[in-house]
């Protein structure tokens, strides 16, 4: 289990010829933390396999929608004011490395690879309705990771051997994590006033 | 003549007298012999990423305290790394040691659990009885020093919540030096009882190779020879000056498990009291609650099941854009496939219980 080698931007540039955003920091105990953005989502699968050459373990997937930035229109209705529709001629769209739209819709899917201590984490970017490959013929440890990222997110992942819900129920609606749940429909209701009143009641008995 | 199949399918779960928590194993059988599982997992599932993303940082310490029990403080301490590590921030060196206190009673406590099921799952519930007694002092040592049994709230971003002074470090030490020799005669029991041996040894084998394959972490890992533990490979809190010892055994059965967990309970004393005789005066924590700026972040730290890793990324709200975290459990789950192959109907219980399954913190 070595650590991240010197040379792994090089390397990981030769995987990912399309681009790669890398950063990466040590901290004082010399633990580095690295990042990698990738321009093509297509060329995650030939990092993984750079990163299992070199013994990594796939540590954990992580899958979010990040927000648009706050100062551009808001793309969910039709009230778009004028002006926000005027100012968004004049700026581009934003967009995340590689050009994925940065509107909302899009999903960030974060590759956490352990190297003997150090994180390196690839990032893959999507677009609503897009897919990425299945790593689980390359890391048993993406199974679980996949089948999860599936049921919160409407994201497909290609090959999976085994792509049924894992922790939510087949009845319950796909992409949870891109809805707004109430809390009393997430509690089922189960939350009421009662404690409160309890509360009072004691307070109003002990004044 | 009978028509009685030779193969059969057998539920264990989701509710089952050998689990704690609810999971469901499908196994296939033939005969008593196990020859397929399958698992179906989901029964504690709570929510609780979606909900970190709708609460402020400083709540969200407090709601991932909730995550779980077992491992409650490895949670907040984690999540705290990953925002002080966004913002830039050191914690100070008390903060630090008192972490490394708060974490290592946790472990105590926690791997003495464990171990008493063990002899409960055997059928030797005397044994039982006295290794929750033992574990017992790890509790007092808890509601003494921190005003909780199970949830210690010692953790904040910038440090710690807690204090020792001379009246709990008293205790601690004292209740310390009574573990030690119930915990070595713990190991010695566990070294050489005959009912314990008999349902442990070479059952539940998991080889290196197959432990590498499914990622497994923690006292797993380390059962099976992989010597990964975080606090050794990716230091953090005071853990790179402190004598940590990683140990390693190479049999990957359910009985060099449950001896790893022993006897990191009594590498957990040795820190904890390198700890209280180095611990340095001044501030648990930073003077001001810190703003946790827009960025990213990894932090790891090895809670008593294994690694935890929690991935942070924040924007200019004061909630968080995205918290995600996957805990020990979640790696070592599948190496169970490997574990109950050829097993025993009888064993099943025994071998779950040796990966130390948490399944509320691994279902969220």
Not at chain 2, 37 to 62: C, F, P, S, W
Not at chain 2, 84 to 94: H, K, L, M, S, V
Not at chain 2, 107 to 125: M, T
Request: glycine share 6%; with cysteine; aromatic share 6%.
């Amino acid at each position: 289990m070595s650590r991240i080698p010197d040379d792994i931007e090089t390397r990981l540039r030769e995987a990912a010829p399309r681009g790669v955003d890398y950063a990466s920091s040590t901290d004082p105990h010399g633990v580095t933390v690295a990042w990698a953005g990738l321009a093509d989502r297509e060329e995650l699968l030939s990092v993984a396999q750079l990163l299992h050459g070199l013994g990594a373990r796939l540590s954990m997937i992580s899958a979010s929608q990040p927000p648009a930035p706050e100062d551009e229109e808001e793309d969910d209705d039709g009230e778009a004011e004028e002006g926000a529709e005027a100012a968004a001629e004049e700026a581009p769209a934003p967009v995340s490395f590689g050009g994925t739209p940065l509107d909302g819709t899009s999903y960030e899917l974060a590759y956490h690879f352990d190297l003997g201590g150090d994180t390196l984490t690839v990032v893959a970017y999507l677009p609503a309705g897009g897919s990425v490959a299945s790593l689980t013929p390359l890391f048993r440890t993406a199974d679980w990771n996949e089948r999860e990222l599936m049921e919160c997110y409407a994201v497909t992942v290609r090959n999976h051997p085994d792509p049924r819900r894992l922790f939510l129920d087949a009845s319950i609606d796909p992409a949870v994590l891109e809805r707004l749940i109430p809390f009393s429909t997430l509690v089922n209701a189960a939350s009421t006033k009662g404690l409160w009143e309890k509360i009072m009641t004691g307070h109003a008995g002990a004044a | 003549m009978s028509t009685v199949p030779e193969t059969y399918t057998i539920p264990v779960g989701p509710l089952h007298v050998a689990l704690e928590e609810p999971m469901y194993f499908r196994i296939d059988v033939h005969g008593e012999t196990v020859t397929h599982v399958d698992i179906n997992a989901g029964h504690v599932h709570r929510g609780i990423e979606y909900l970190t993303t709708k609460r402020t940082m400083l709540q969200n310490v407090v709601l991932t305290e909730r995550i779980c029990s077992l491992c409650s403080n490895s949670h907040p301490e984690t999540f705290a790394m990953a925002a002080e590590q966004i913002a830039g921030i050191a914690i100070p060196e008390r903060a630090a040691m008192l972490r490394v206190v708060a974490a290592e009673v946790k472990r105590i406590a926690s791997n003495l659990f464990n171990v008493a099921l063990l002899a409960h799952l055997v059928g030797y519930e005397t044994l039982f009885m006295h290794v929750m007694q033992v574990r017992e002092i790890a509790q007092d040592i808890k509601e003494t020093v921190f005003g909780n049994r199970m949830d210690l709230g010692a953790i904040c971003i910038g440090g710690v919540r807690y204090d020792l002074d001379e009246e709990t470090t008293g205790f601690l030490v004292a209740a310390l030096d009574r573990l030690v020799p119930e915990i070595e005669a713990i190991v010695a029991t566990y070294r050489t009882n005959g009912s314990i041996l008999g349902r442990t040894r070479d059952v539940g084998v998991l080889t290196r190779e197959q432990g590498l394959a499914c990622g497994v972490v923690g006292p797993v890992a380390r059962a099976s020879g992989i010597a990964y533990d975080v606090r050794a490979v990716a230091p953090y809190a005071a853990y790179d000056r402190l004598p940590l010892e990683v140990h390693v055994l190479t049999d990957g059965d359910v009985w060099s498990r449950a001896m790893i967990r022993l006897a990191e309970a009594l590498t957990a004393i040795d820190l904890i009291r390198a700890c209280l005789r180095d611990l340095p005066d001044g501030p648990t924590r930073l003077a001001e609650t810190p703003d946790i700026p827009p960025g990213r972040a990894i932090a790891k730290s090895e809670a008593p099941r294994g690694e935890l890793i929690y991935y942070l990324k924040t924007n200019d709200n004061p909630q968080p854009e995205r918290v995600k975290w996957r805990v020990p459990t979640f790696m070592n789950w599948d190496a169970l496939r490997f574990m109950l192959a050829d097993a025993k109907i009888a064993d099943i219980a025994i071998i779950v219980n040796s990966i130390d399954p948490c399944v509320s913190c691994t279902e969220r």
